[in-house]
């Protein structure tokens, strides 16, 4: 079991071998502390690691033309995922965020984030370790504040738990310093005969 307390946090333990994907932003806060001095620095996401066969996400999937293409990353103990809305991603109101899309957001990035916090736990190699895939058995959004369009929506994750299969992660959803929508979500790993 791996436990983490949502104040603050979870504890990555060092491990020479695993590799993690920070976050594409200069000056992100605790990436070094993290990363240390021996790891590998890249900028591919967590969902560019997925098999093809996974790789069709409406949400995430690389290989689905039509799709949004989230791109999640670390930066220190919490996911980042940053994305910016196109004008047909309006809800009820024209200047406003669809509803339906903040929480498609947050079920991928949850998703993405239980994957690679899987690896970080496991000590495991996520560029040569095989991809484990979850999907979502539960999601909960609260909408706190109107999701303004055309703006940049920053998605952070934190790993409130890993136990056995299943990894829940919270979330927020903020436009500036504007929290509009917070979130949880419940993964379970598809078992391993499922994946190939």
């Known amino acids: 079991m ?9 504890t990555l333990k060092e491990n020479p071998k695993r590799r993690i994907e920070p976050c594409p932003k200069k000056n992100s806060k605790n990436v070094n502390t993290i990363l240390g001095k021996d790891n590998h620095m890249t900028m591919k996401a967590f969902q560019d690691y997925y098999s093809e066969t996974f790789a069709s996400c409406f949400g995430c999937g690389r ?30 109101f024209p200047e406003n965020v669809y509803g339906g899309l903040i ?48 703006e940049s929506l920053e998605l952070r994750g934190k790993v409130k738990e ?14 500036k310093e504007t929290v509009c929508a917070k979130g ?13």
């Open 2 to 10: 791996f436990l983490a307390s949502p104040s603050k946090g979870y």
């Open 63 to 92: 290989l689905n033309e039509h799709g949004l293409h989230i791109k999640s990353y670390w930066d220190g103990e919490e996911s980042v995922c940053r994305f910016k809305p196109k004008h047909y991603h309006t809800g009820g």
């Open 103 to 150: 929480a498609s957001l947050m079920d991928c990035h949850g998703a993405g984030t239980a994957y690679a916090a899987t690896h970080l736990k496991n000590g495991s190699n996520i560029d040569t370790d095989p991809a484990s895939r979850y999907v979502t058995a539960a999601l909960h959004v609260d909408y706190l504040a109107p999701t303004p369009m055309n």
């Open 162 to 175: 890993i136990r056995g299969r299943k990894v829940i992660v919270s979330m927020t959803l903020s436009v």
């Open 184 to 196: 949880e979500v419940v993964m379970v790993r598809i078992p391993e005969a499922s994946v190939s």
